[in-house]
């Protein structure tokens, strides 16, 4: 008999009833019912019951044991009374027990529990990882992780990829973070940077004739951590491919993402392949306030900016008249609301360091006479089965301000426009009578950003989100360039290797912020989840792009001289994508924090508690290294 297990704890069934068997794991729960003695025994695959009673010579031994000891049990396997057979676990037809017990290792007092998953202080549970990584939920997530990743690597290879690795210590890269640095003994003041994403190398492989690239890639970017970000280090992946259009890599990858997706997704509703919208990046602003929507809210925002600048609502009519805009968000049925939804909602705003969020609500109940009322085109008409009455009745009105009872909308904000624009602004939402408004006002941006939180807030306080769908969709025709406020210039806004759309003579003719590139982001549920280009492949169009952005000639090809370099010999149009493997697994388990589908993750400063990262320095190594700590000057009355 094998010295530790015959069986796992998953694999005892009423097939092995009468047998002798040996099995190892952790204790994971005991339950005295006075003289015997029930054992949860768990191991990586499952939990088998042990039974200990006062005929075994087990029971005193694993009653002086804690939970989370190690133990190896050697016992008969006995069928469960049918009154006691545990449905839910694939063991719960049997039970062991224990004739004899070996103590691999003692367990001190926990300083978390496993069993029971309670919530548990953040810094407990990184500095104890090990134990953190035993409980049922986070071992199950991370066992799915691994089977995510094995099945993207299937994929990849049945369509025609091969699998390389790029180097770690590599050159800067202009990924839009700061880089990672890695001091070099050999060369005196020099620095490695690990990589912010390969690419560069994924590129040159093209150049080398490979033609179809992927890797799980890990990619290192010092930014600021978020839940939706793990500080330091991350998972993509990687792929490129030659001589493709934009439109044959969604091809390809459409059904790679969505079989994963849908391998993984249980019940839940997943987008289908050929069938991800494409929805410019100009057209995500102005609907959803984002360029990474979720398509889950059936809610759209509208610019009804025409409406003001003379309505007599001199908020908003002065913010249009110097240069603003006004987005409306509808709140679809609710009629039935008082008003302390809707000044809740600005009070939200309020709290998230807007001015304010403006609104209109619906009369109650709704005019009677909207029923005869329609939009076409724009123009606000009365429906044929009027009556003629009716119509005169409602004609007269259009265009007066409403009266108290006679209107679409109420508040401050409605009693400034006539019946006819209240009907438009509704229409123009996509509403109807007992819908009310929402109205996010400022500058383009502010107000865009505005108007896509308030979008998702108002969605989530009335339920109109579907939980139980995956709705992935492509954002396209990204701006190729940003103004940067901070440094009064030009920017890139995506990938600066990417190729604009119209080539080099779109770089040397058009104003940069209205040149759009062939950039695209793959969204699901409000998350980028991949993002990538067709890739620029020609030096000429790399001087210039970056020659916008305040780079010389002799800059590129400095800092980026293996790529120019490789582009003077034969360089094939190529394009690809990088698939964050982190946020699709963090999806797919249905949690909103990446800790959560990380073995060994950092703690919000960037901390490893577990192993003690970073750690300073021993002298002898910064000599190595030829650096030497300037510590940061002292603030006054320190």
């Not at 259009?398 to 401050?412: H, N, R, S, T, V």
């Not at 807030?457 to 940003?482: G, H, K, M, S, T």
């Not at 030009?490 to 190729?499: A, G, I, K, L």
């Amino acid at each position: 008999m094998h010295p530790y297990r015959t069986h796992t704890c998953a694999q005892l069934s009423a097939a092995e009833v009468g047998q002798t068997v040996r099995l190892s794991g952790w204790i994971h729960r005991k339950r005295d019912h006075g003289g015997v003695l029930f054992v949860d025994l768990r191991d990586h695959y499952g939990i088998t019951q042990i039974v200990a009673d006062e005929d075994s010579a087990a029971l005193p031994v694993l009653d002086s044991l804690r939970a989370e000891s190690v133990v190896t049990i050697e016992g008969e396997v006995k069928a469960r009374a049918a009154e006691t057979v545990n449905a839910n676990l694939a063991t719960g037809a049997i039970e062991v027990f224990a004739r004899a017990v070996t103590v691999q290792s003692a367990a001190e007092e926990l300083p978390l529990p496993v069993a029971g998953e309670q919530e548990y202080p953040e810094d407990i549970r990184l500095k104890y990882r090990f134990l953190d990584l035993r409980r049922e939920t986070l071992h199950a997530n991370i066992m799915k992780r691994v089977a995510i990743i094995a099945d993207m690597r299937a994929r990849m290879g049945a369509v025609g990829f091969n699998e390389f690795s790029t180097p770690i210590l590599t050159a800067s890269s202009p990924e839009g973070a700061r880089d990672f640095l890695v001091p070099s003994r050999i060369h005196a003041g020099k620095f490695y940077a690990l990589p912010q994403a390969p690419q560069q190398y994924k590129q040159l492989l093209m150049v080398a004739g490979f033609d179809r690239y992927f890797q799980i890639a890990p990619c290192f970017r010092d930014e600021d951590p978020r839940a939706d970000r793990l500080p330091g280090e991350f998972y993509q992946l990687d792929l490129e491919m030659s001589f493709v259009t934009q439109e044959e890599i969604w091809e390809v990858m459409e059904p790679v993402i969505q079989g994963t997706f849908a391998a993984f997704a249980g019940d839940k509703k997943v987008t289908p392949a050929g069938e991800f919208p494409r929805i410019p990046y100009d057209e995500a602003m102005l609907k959803y306030g984002s360029d990474k929507p979720d398509l889950r809210n059936p809610i759209e925002i509208a610019d009804v900016s025409d409406f003001f600048g003379e309505s007599g609502f001199d908020l908003f009519d002065g913010i249009v008249g110097r240069g603003g805009v006004i987005r409306a968000i509808l709140a679809p049925e609710v009629k039935e609301k008082s008003r302390k939804f809707f000044t809740d909602m600005d009070s939200w705003a309020k709290s998230e360091g807007f001015g304010g969020l403006g609104y209109a609500n619906p009369p109650a109940p709704t005019w009677e006479l909207t029923k005869y009322i329609r939009v076409v085109n724009g123009q606000v008409t009365v429906t044929d089965d009027c009556p003629s009455g009716t119509q005169d009745e409602i004609e007269r009105i259009f265009d007066k301000k409403p009266e108290e009872g006679i209107a679409f909308l109420k508040g401050p904000i409605a009693r400034h426009l006539t019946l006819k624009q209240q009907a438009q602004i509704l229409h123009r939402c996509g509403g109807r009578p007992g819908d009310g408004i929402f109205f996010a006002a400022g500058k383009e941006e502010q107000a865009a950003k505005l108007a896509g939180l308030a979008r998702t807030r108002v969605a989530e306080q009335l339920n109109l989100i579907d939980e139980d769908a995956f709705a992935l969709a492509w954002i396209v025709d990204f701006p190729f360039y940003e103004w940067n406020e901070d440094e009064k210039k030009v920017d890139f806004s995506h990938n600066p290797f990417s190729m604009p759309q119209g080539g080099l003579e779109a770089l040397e003719s058009q104003d940069p912020l209205t040149i759009k590139a062939f950039q695209y982001d793959l969204v699901c549920n409000g998350y980028e989840i991949a993002s990538g280009s067709i890739r620029n492949h020609k030096p000429e169009v790399m001087v210039k792009a970056f020659e916008i952005t305040g780079l010389t000639k002799a800059d590129v090809e400095e800092r980026f001289g293996g790529m120019y370099r490789a582009f003077q010999y034969g360089a094939p149009p190529h394009g690809g994508m990088a698939a964050g493997v982190d946020r699709i697994v963090m999806l797919l388990c249905g949690v909103k924090n990446l800790r959560e589908i990380s073995l060994f993750p950092m703690n919000q400063r960037a901390e490893d508690l577990l192993m003690g990262a970073p750690s300073l320095a021993e002298p002898r190594q910064l000599r190595e290294l030829h650096l030497r700590v300037v510590e940061p000057p002292k603030k006054a009355g320190e």
